[in-house]
């Protein structure tokens, strides 16, 4: 075998993301975590989608144990 990278397409990496494979396009998008083949097509190797779960993870809204007081309208 060689050592070249295997590449997963976005509609793997949703599934292995639980997440719309819209959605894993619009992150690659806006992350730049991919790999650009031609014909505007993208794909990732496996480093790849642990980097763009650790950056997905990073955009999550915080939740409201998290928001200071000064910020909390309901406080």
């Given at each position: 075998m060689s050592d070249l990278p295997r590449y997963r397409t976005p509609a793997h990496v949703a599934a292995e993301l639980g997440i719309p494979v819209?959605?894993?396009?619009?992150?690659?998008?806006?992350?730049?975590?991919?790999?650009?083949?031609?014909?505007?097509?993208?794909?990732?190797?496996?480093?790849?989608?642990?980097?763009?779960?650790?950056?997905?993870?990073?955009?999550q809204s915080p939740t409201f144990e998290n928001v200071p007081a000064e910020l909390d309208a309901f406080a």
């Open positions: 819209t959605t894993v396009k619009r992150h690659a998008r806006v992350s730049g975590i991919c790999t650009r083949l031609e014909r505007r097509r993208i794909a990732f190797t496996a480093e790849q989608i642990e980097e763009l779960a650790a950056w997905i993870e990073g955009q």
